[in-house]
């Protein structure tokens, strides 16, 4: 098949941008959406024209690197699919597709269509860990932890830190994200020490530099590891807590 | 470095193999607490072994500095692992130890690793699931809350403990998340997007590093009293590979280069279950899970010319080749085995696929024993990412697999401490060539860049630390650094002044394709001797054709690709000497002029037994072989019998 790309093309962060316009020919349907731009990146090459920058690595949907607004959807039109894992057979022959980078204040535009999401690690930095210093801990087995937590906990754990989520919000929004390391660590019991004091510190980070949070629920649709939004409403009711929760009696059971 | 100053003391022990970590541990010397922070380690790499040791170093109270090509410490390729890690915790009461497990790992590396250094891994195997379980690490659990095991990749016992599919990504989670509270704490100073582009040497030792800002285009040094390499494997020689786009080699080679000897690069993992290639623009291949092979059966049609799709092809015209050959371990064969008997049924001509180039992994039987429910609920995730990739259903039509590039357990040559043959610098994980023989099991890979991460490298390098006290790092300013920082500098203007016609990307597929051809799963005399003519060759085009676009100033992919790539030119070639060297099969490396009758490989023991540790030499000069022989104490050789 034949496609025509606009593709946004940024000299660097403090440049001004623009589309230009690109003939992808005989795509196969075979191809991913990245194997078809290092096709038209090898052309350009030829051509004696600069590379279009673009994220990629693992290229099997875990690594969380590859981004790309395709069509104005993150990650482009196939449900729970990272770009990378994205294939050319759900496109048709003369079609127009626009890549763009994923657009939010917090990733600032690096090149091209190469951001850069490191508020993500602030937010992990602010909390997004449970303190346990490599040392000689109890025997694993010595912490159970009911099965129904435990894979909810995983449920949340999948998020692959692309931003998608951000991207696909109206208001760019860091909720998804922040509150899928949330609920995966304040639903274990090992997470429980530093729960309130994590959720505050994680929530007050992300606020720093994400909008607010409206309930659009485009994140969920987005996000190529479909996490719910339910995470969301966790993460509301810990943060809620968080505020009046005394922590000398955090050692109780409730 | 001339040879008479190689020594290649393996610093191994002595004694009950039992005791060998623990007496050691003692007889290291230990740096005062307060004394920690006048130390400033460096360490490259933020996969499972460099984010472990990065975190635990700055715990214990260490200078860290920390630095990664990617944009996050997250995004390290451990995280693509999908099926599990070895721990000897016996949970199931099914026979393991520390001991079996130690046994397997020596047994499955055909005999061709130190045995003091894999007791150790089997036994820290233990504490890594304990640690790995406190930070949070959401490994499977059953209904009681324990936790759940399986077994994998050909061992007879269950000790393989999992996150679903995505283990390697929630192990490097938890060591990422220990690497940020650091960083939060101040202990670690983190450099995302800053790729290593030389190891730099005073009288030696290691002094440090030069980088390159990946965003800003900056050329910096960086000196510390050690140096960690966690970087990773080779395996993007063969440019199809599982490996992520960017892994690459260089930052081991440059090592090398510096005087640290390269190790058994000719010891190659193909793992057999992987997507088969389906065009020339593929640019990596999919691992689709060995635990696939727990309940799907390998099989391709008995008949060359068969054309009925597989569904319509009797029982009686199959043959499922690795239960014929192997009614012992059936499908469950060791991945060199399995790869090695995929590629003979394909050559012979009975692949499957448009291309011929695959085999099947069959479900219907395992469907009809336990119902679409139970086997969707096991390998749900990856029946979606085979249909994402080939449009075909799993449930409804077996898989197509090949084998493909996956590991490689070649790297720099470490002692017992991990220590390289250049004082100070380590090599830790994938990059070091030290636990897994010429074979590795299923599973050991995220086992070893913990083990040497979190309980390994702490312990050895502050003992190296300790004969260190009072002297300062050599400072960036020193000419050894000026001189490596001009050298990087001027190597970019080289490749951009070239103005070839071809893309750095060009280059790495040809190159992928004749290390894949003469040096993959089955290499011979006359075929690397072609590659050793081919290669250089190849290399001298790529010198002279090679087109590098835009500035060396800010983002520029193809400046950072060219480098690699001629770093794989180099390490390509060696790879071919090593496995030409190397006179009989073992392992991963199968010469087809060394097998039994029966086609296995036959290992010569007698001549054979030791470590290949290269040692660079001017450009366009061969390197010089050094030998570390292998002392089997414990599990005597035998040939590795699956049938």
Same mark, same amino acid.
């Given at each position: 098949?034949?496609?025509?790309?606009?593709?946004?093309?940024?000299?660097?962060?403090?440049?001004?941008?623009?589309?230009?316009?690109?003939?992808?020919?005989?795509?196969?349907?075979?191809?991913?959406?990245?194997? /078809?731009? *290092?096709?038209?990146?090898?052309?350009? =090459?030829?051509?004696?024209?600069?590379? +279009? &920058?673009? $994220?990629?690595?693992?290229?099997?949907?875990?690594?969380?690197?590859?981004?790309?607004?395709?069509?104005?959807?993150?990650?482009?039109?196939?449900?729970?699919?990272?770009?990378?894992?994205?294939?050319?057979?759900?496109?048709?022959?003369?079609?127009?597709?626009?890549?763009?980078?994923?657009?939010?204040?917090?990733?600032?535009?690096?090149?091209?269509? /190469?951001? *850069?999401?490191?508020?993500?690690?602030? =937010?992990?930095?602010?909390?997004?860990? +449970? &303190?346990? $210093?490599?040392?000689?801990?109890?025997?694993?087995?010595?912490?159970?932890?009911?099965?129904?937590?435990?894979?909810?906990?995983?449920?949340?754990?999948?998020?692959?830190?692309?931003?998608?989520?951000?991207?696909?919000?109206?208001?760019?929004?860091?909720?998804?994200?922040?509150?899928?390391?949330?609920?995966?660590?304040?639903?274990?019991?090992?997470?429980?020490?530093?729960?309130?004091?994590?959720?505050?510190?994680?929530?007050?980070?992300?606020?720093?530099?994400?909008?607010?949070?409206?309930?659009?629920?485009?994140?969920?649709?987005?996000?190529?590891?479909?996490?719910?939004?339910?995470?969301?409403?966790?993460?509301?009711?810990?943060?809620?807590?968080?505020?009046?929760?005394?922590?000398?009696?955090?050692?109780?059971?409730? | 470095?001339?040879?008479?100053?190689?020594?290649?003391?393996?610093?191994?022990?002595?004694?009950?193999?039992?005791?060998?970590?623990?007496?050691?541990?003692?007889?290291?010397?230990?740096?005062?607490?307060?004394?920690?922070?006048?130390?400033?380690?460096?360490?490259?790499?933020?996969?499972?072994?460099?984010?472990?040791?990065?975190?635990?170093?700055?715990?214990?109270?260490?200078?860290?500095?920390?630095?990664?090509?990617?944009?996050?410490?997250?995004?390290?390729?451990?995280?693509?692992?999908?099926?599990?890690?070895?721990?000897?915790?016996?949970?199931?009461?099914?026979?393991?130890?520390?001991?079996?497990?130690?046994?397997?790992?020596?047994?499955?590396?055909?005999?061709?690793?130190?045995?003091?250094?894999?007791?150790?891994?089997?036994?820290?195997?233990?504490?890594?699931?304990?640690?790995?379980?406190?930070?949070?690490?959401?490994?499977?659990?059953?209904?009681?809350?324990?936790?759940?095991?399986?077994?994998?990749?050909?061992?007879?016992?269950?000790?393989?403990?999992?996150?679903?599919?995505?283990?390697?990504?929630?192990?490097?989670?938890?060591?990422?998340?220990?690497?940020?509270?650091?960083?939060?704490?101040?202990?670690?100073?983190?450099?995302?997007?800053?790729?290593?582009?030389?190891?730099?040497?005073?009288?030696?030792?290691?002094?440090?590093?030069?980088?390159?800002?990946?965003?800003?285009?900056?050329?910096?040094?960086?000196?510390?009293?050690?140096?960690?390499?966690?970087?990773?494997?080779?395996?993007?020689?063969?440019?199809?590979?599982?490996?992520?786009?960017?892994?690459?080699?260089?930052?081991?080679?440059?090592?090398?280069?510096?005087?640290?000897?390269?190790?058994?690069?000719?010891?190659?993992?193909?793992?057999?279950?992987?997507?088969?290639?389906?065009?020339?623009?593929?640019?990596?291949?999919?691992?689709?899970?060995?635990?696939?092979?727990?309940?799907?059966?390998?099989?391709?049609?008995?008949?060359?010319?068969?054309?009925?799709?597989?569904?319509?092809?009797?029982?009686?015209?199959?043959?499922?080749?690795?239960?014929?050959?192997?009614?012992?371990?059936?499908?469950?064969?060791?991945?060199?085995?399995?790869?090695?008997?995929?590629?003979?049924?394909?050559?012979?001509?009975?692949?499957?696929?448009?291309?011929?180039?695959?085999?099947?992994?069959?479900?219907?039987?395992?469907?009809?024993?336990?119902?679409?429910?139970?086997?969707?609920?096991?390998?749900?995730?990856?029946?979606?990412?085979?249909?994402?990739?080939?449009?075909?259903?799993?449930?409804?039509?077996?898989?197509?697999?090949?084998?493909?590039?996956?590991?490689?357990?070649?790297?720099?040559?470490?002692?017992?401490?991990?220590?390289?043959?250049?004082?100070?610098?380590?090599?830790?994980?994938?990059?070091?060539?030290?636990?897994?023989?010429?074979?590795?099991?299923?599973?050991?890979?995220?086992?070893?860049?913990?083990?040497?991460?979190?309980?390994?490298?702490?312990?050895?390098?502050?003992?190296?630390?300790?004969?260190?006290?009072?002297?300062?790092?050599?400072?960036?300013?020193?000419?050894?650094?000026?001189?490596?920082?001009?050298?990087?500098?001027?190597?970019?203007?080289?490749?951009?002044?070239?103005?070839?016609?071809?893309?750095?990307?060009?280059?790495?597929?040809?190159?992928?394709?004749?290390?894949?051809?003469?040096?993959?799963?089955?290499?011979?005399?006359?075929?690397?001797?072609?590659?050793?003519?081919?290669?250089?060759?190849?290399?001298?085009?790529?010198?002279?054709?090679?087109?590098?676009?835009?500035?060396?100033?800010?983002?520029?992919?193809?400046?950072?690709?060219?480098?690699?790539?001629?770093?794989?030119?180099?390490?390509?070639?060696?790879?071919?000497?090593?496995?030409?060297?190397?006179?009989?099969?073992?392992?991963?490396?199968?010469?087809?002029?060394?097998?039994?009758?029966?086609?296995?490989?036959?290992?010569?023991?007698?001549?054979?037994?030791?470590?290949?540790?290269?040692?660079?030499?001017?450009?366009?000069?061969?390197?010089?072989?050094?030998?570390?022989?292998?002392?089997?104490?414990?599990?005597?050789?035998?040939?590795?019998?699956?049938?």
């Amino acid at each position: 098949m034949n496609l025509t790309l606009k593709v946004w093309r940024q000299e660097g962060p403090n440049a001004s941008g623009h589309f230009a316009t690109y003939q992808a020919s005989d795509v196969k349907d075979e191809m991913s959406f990245l194997e /078809m731009l *290092d096709v038209v990146n090898e052309n350009l =090459i030829e051509e004696g024209q600069e590379p +279009i &920058t673009f $994220d990629s690595d693992c290229r099997e949907g875990i690594c969380g690197t590859c981004s790309l607004m395709i069509n104005g959807q993150a990650h482009g039109p196939q449900k729970g699919t990272t770009t990378c894992q994205l294939h050319m057979r759900k496109f048709h022959d003369g079609q127009t597709v626009t890549i763009e980078p994923f657009r939010a204040a917090a990733f600032p535009i690096v090149r091209d269509l /190469m951001i *850069d999401r490191s508020a993500f690690d602030a =937010i992990i930095r602010a909390g997004g860990y +449970i &303190t346990a $210093d490599t040392g000689a801990p109890r025997d694993a087995n010595e912490i159970p932890v009911p099965k129904p937590a435990a894979d909810t906990a995983m449920d949340a754990a999948a998020c692959i830190g692309c931003g998608a989520c951000v991207a696909a919000c109206p208001n760019s929004a860091g909720q998804l994200f922040t509150s899928a390391k949330l609920a995966h660590l304040n639903l274990l019991p090992q997470g429980q020490s530093e729960r309130w004091k994590r959720t505050e510190d994680m929530v007050e980070t992300m606020e720093m530099f994400f909008g607010s949070c409206t309930n659009y629920g485009e994140c969920q649709e987005a996000c190529p590891k479909e996490i719910p939004i339910d995470f969301i409403a966790l993460m509301n009711r810990d943060y809620l807590k968080a505020k009046f929760k005394n922590r000398k009696l955090l050692g109780q059971q409730v | 470095m001339s040879t008479a100053t190689i020594s290649l003391d393996s610093k191994a022990p002595s004694g009950d193999i039992k005791d060998r970590w623990d007496n050691h541990r003692f007889d290291m010397k230990l740096v005062n607490p307060s004394n920690k922070r006048k130390f400033t380690v460096l360490v490259v790499g933020t996969g499972l072994a460099g984010a472990a040791a990065a975190a635990t170093l700055a715990q214990l109270g260490y200078q860290v500095k920390c630095f990664t090509f990617h944009d996050s410490p997250r995004r390290a390729h451990s995280i693509a692992a999908q099926g599990g890690i070895n721990g000897a915790k016996n949970y199931k009461n099914d026979g393991d130890s520390i001991y079996r497990l130690f046994y397997d790992t020596v047994k499955g590396g055909d005999f061709r690793a130190r045995e003091s250094n894999v007791y150790r891994l089997a036994q820290v195997s233990v504490d890594i699931i304990d640690q790995c379980v406190a930070q949070g690490v959401p490994f499977a659990r059953e209904y009681g809350g324990l936790l759940d095991n399986r077994s994998f990749g050909g061992a007879q016992v269950s000790r393989t403990f999992y996150a679903r599919g995505q283990t390697g990504q929630q192990l490097l989670l938890g060591a990422y998340q220990a690497l940020m509270q650091q960083v939060a704490l101040g202990r670690v100073e983190m450099h995302t997007k800053t790729e290593l582009l030389d190891v730099v040497t005073k009288d030696g030792v290691c002094a440090g590093i030069v980088t390159r800002d990946l965003a800003s285009g900056e050329v910096k040094s960086w000196s510390g009293h050690a140096t960690l390499l966690c970087t990773g494997g080779y395996g993007n020689a063969f440019y199809l590979s599982t490996n992520a786009m960017n892994c690459n080699t260089t930052a081991i080679w440059r090592a090398h280069k510096k005087g640290a000897l390269f190790a058994n690069p000719c010891y190659t993992q193909i793992h057999p279950t992987c997507i088969p290639v389906s065009d020339e623009f593929q640019s990596k291949l999919t691992l689709m899970s060995e635990s696939l092979r727990n309940d799907g059966r390998i099989w391709v049609p008995k008949n060359f010319d068969e054309s009925r799709p597989a569904d319509q092809i009797p029982e009686e015209d199959r043959d499922y080749y690795l239960e014929r050959r192997y009614p012992a371990f059936g499908n469950l064969a060791p991945r060199d085995i399995a790869s090695r008997a995929a590629k003979v049924v394909v050559d012979e001509g009975r692949g499957v696929g448009p291309l011929k180039n695959g085999v099947y992994l069959d479900f219907s039987e395992s469907i009809g024993r336990l119902g679409a429910d139970v086997v969707f609920e096991r390998y749900g995730n990856l029946f979606d990412m085979y249909e994402r990739i080939t449009d075909e259903d799993p449930a409804k039509m077996p898989m197509r697999i090949y084998p493909a590039s996956h590991y490689t357990m070649g790297g720099l040559w470490v002692d017992y401490n991990l220590m390289t043959t250049v004082p100070g610098l380590y090599a830790l994980g994938e990059a070091n060539f030290s636990d897994h023989g010429a074979n590795r099991l299923g599973a050991s890979a995220l086992m070893q860049g913990l083990a040497d991460g979190y309980f390994v490298a702490p312990y050895t390098v502050g003992d190296y630390l300790a004969g260190m006290l009072g002297q300062k790092p050599v400072s960036t300013d020193d000419p050894v650094f000026v001189e490596a920082e001009q050298g990087v500098r001027n190597e970019m203007h080289r490749w951009i002044s070239i103005g070839g016609t071809k893309s750095p990307d060009y280059y790495h597929r040809e190159l992928g394709k004749l290390v894949w051809d003469y040096c993959g799963m089955a290499r011979d005399e006359n075929g690397l001797e072609k590659a050793l003519s081919e290669i250089p060759a190849l290399r001298e085009e790529f010198e002279k054709n090679v087109r590098v676009l835009g500035s060396p100033d800010g983002v520029n992919q193809s400046l950072e690709k060219v480098g690699r790539v001629a770093d794989f030119f180099d390490l390509g070639e060696l790879m071919c000497r090593d496995a030409l060297t190397r006179e009989e099969s073992c392992g991963g490396h199968f010469r087809v002029e060394h097998q039994t009758e029966d086609g296995e490989a036959q290992r010569d023991d007698e001549n054979f037994s030791f470590v290949s540790a290269w040692e660079w030499k001017e450009p366009g000069t061969p390197q010089e072989l050094h030998k570390e022989p292998l002392v089997f104490e414990f599990v005597k050789p035998a040939q590795r019998s699956y049938k």
